[in-house]
Nanobody, 125 residues
Framework: QVQLTESGGGLVQAGGSLRLSCAAS????????MGWFRQAPGKEREAVAA????????NYADSVKGRFSISRDNAKNTVILQMNSLKPEDTAVYYC??????????????????WGQGTQVTVSS
């Protein structure tokens, strides 16, 4: 059974940082592209960042470029989202997702096969 478990969310002031982790089990992690998505109240889910299975390529939404960084440790079955210079508009539930088809369109949620339960990030002004 595949499980993706996010952690690291919380309440932080604007300008602060948070580090989200996603621990994966039940799959051959190194074969999956991984993504982070977020959904704010009353808004559609949006892609935040993604990383290819090898870690060689990353992608970011324009809204987080230069502030967020995605990385992975295939030996530990973990993907990390380092979030710096946080803004109130970053407030959302953050989800990690796994995509077993290499080279998929990273920002399309429907390409991902497995999803975590999410972790809340709240940025106060």
């Amino acid at each position: 059974q595949v499980q993706l478990t996010e952690s690291g969310g919380g309440l932080v002031q604007a300008g602060g940082s948070l580090r989200l982790s996603c621990a994966a089990s039940g799959l051959t992690f190194s074969r999956y592209d991984m993504g982070w998505f977020r959904q704010a109240p009353g808004k559609e889910r949006e892609a935040v960042a993604a990383i290819r299975s090898s870690g060689a390529m990353t992608n970011y939404a324009d809204s987080v470029k230069g502030r967020f960084s995605i990385s992975r440790d295939n030996a530990k079955n973990t993907v990390i989202l380092q979030m710096n210079s946080l803004k109130p508009e970053d407030t959302a539930v953050y989800y990690c997702a796994a995509d077993r088809a290499p080279g998929s369109i990273w920002y399309r949620g429907y390409t991902y096969d497995y999803w975590g339960q999410g972790t809340q990030v709240t940025v106060s002004s």
